[in-house]
Structures are given as C-alpha cells and as structure tokens.
C-alpha cells in the first residue's frame, strides 16, 4: 500500500471516527452492550443504541475477522448493511450476529 493510499485511509478512518463522535446521540448512563444479545427488533427501534453505531461497529468486526484494518464504510452501507437489515425486517426476533454471519459471513 502506497503512502498516499494509507494516507485516504488514516483520513477516511478518522472521517467515520469524527462522524459518530459527532452524530446526535442519547444520553445513557455508561453501559455495557453484549452485540451479540442484541435482536433485529432491538436494533432496529433504537433500543439498545443507534443502528449506524451498531452497523459500525460490526463492520468493524467483520474487517477485524478478515485481518484487516480497512473499512469500506459506502460498500458495507450499499450491499451488506441493506442485506441485514433486510433479513432483520423478515426475522425480527433473530440475532443481529446471526443476520451478519447469515447474510455476509464473519469471514468475508
């Protein structure tokens, strides 16, 4: 990887970083959030935390699983993220895990 592409990824890295940092968000009091307890219905009425948050944090996952630091936030926003929540919407009560490893797989 070039020094210039390392460089978009630093800047994309903490564009997404500054994002959630700034996106509006509900005061809790400090929590602990088990991702995988977490429903499809749980997520996607906002029960437990935002779904961006949520999503962003299993993209994070996925590329952890994969070995890599890069996240393709516009790609998993486009394709993966809309086939969760699509199966989310037909399976309210599955995992949000289990949607992830249904629909896109850990490893991918």
Not at 2 to 13: D, K, P
Not at 36 to 64: F, N
């Amino acid at each position: 990887m070039s020094s210039y592409e390392r460089s978009i990824t630093a800047h994309v890295a903490g564009f997404v970083a500054a994002w959630v940092m700034a996106a509006p968000q509900p005061v809790w009091a400090q929590t602990t959030i088990d991702v995988a307890k977490i429903s499809c219905e749980q997520w996607q009425t906002y029960k437990v935390a935002s779904p961006d948050q949520i999503a962003l944090w299993i993209s994070g996952y996925l590329a952890g699983k994969r070995g890599t630091t890069v996240i393709e936030v516009q790609t998993f926003r486009e394709t993966n993220l809309k086939k969760v929540k699509d199966r989310c919407f037909r399976e309210p009560k599955m995992l949000v895990m289990d949607a992830v490893e249904k629909e896109i797989g850990a490893a991918r």
